[in-house]
């Protein structure tokens, strides 16, 4: 069975937005890069947010963490913001104790509902 599928790239809308691989380790003369990269991703799309896919980061520690918020720093300094993909369990706990909070792909953002989920309140009774 083949599948013929389309030649060239798939297609993208402007408000998709772009992606950054961060693989690890990351060294400290990686990380300018990397800020550079969030900030010139964000001047070229009209995205407003950059995904990082943080799959292959490596072992959480504070490496890690110095690492997204400057990211973090530097998308904010060019007008955007951050969402992780496929962070590490155990990275979200870290950030969750030192007190960073990153939406992270596939999350329901604070104050939504999650996808799929609907509340229903029949007339007469009370909210739960």
Known sequence: MSC???GGLPVVDAMTPPVLVVAGPVTRNRLTGLCDDVRTLLESTRAGVV????AGLGPPGLTAVDLLARLRLAARRAGGDIRLRDPDP???ALLDLVGLRFQVEGEAEEGEPALGVEEEVESGEAAV
């Open 4 to 6: 013929a599928g389309g």
């Open 51 to 54: 995904v990082c896919d943080v």
């Open 90 to 92: 155990a990275l979200c």
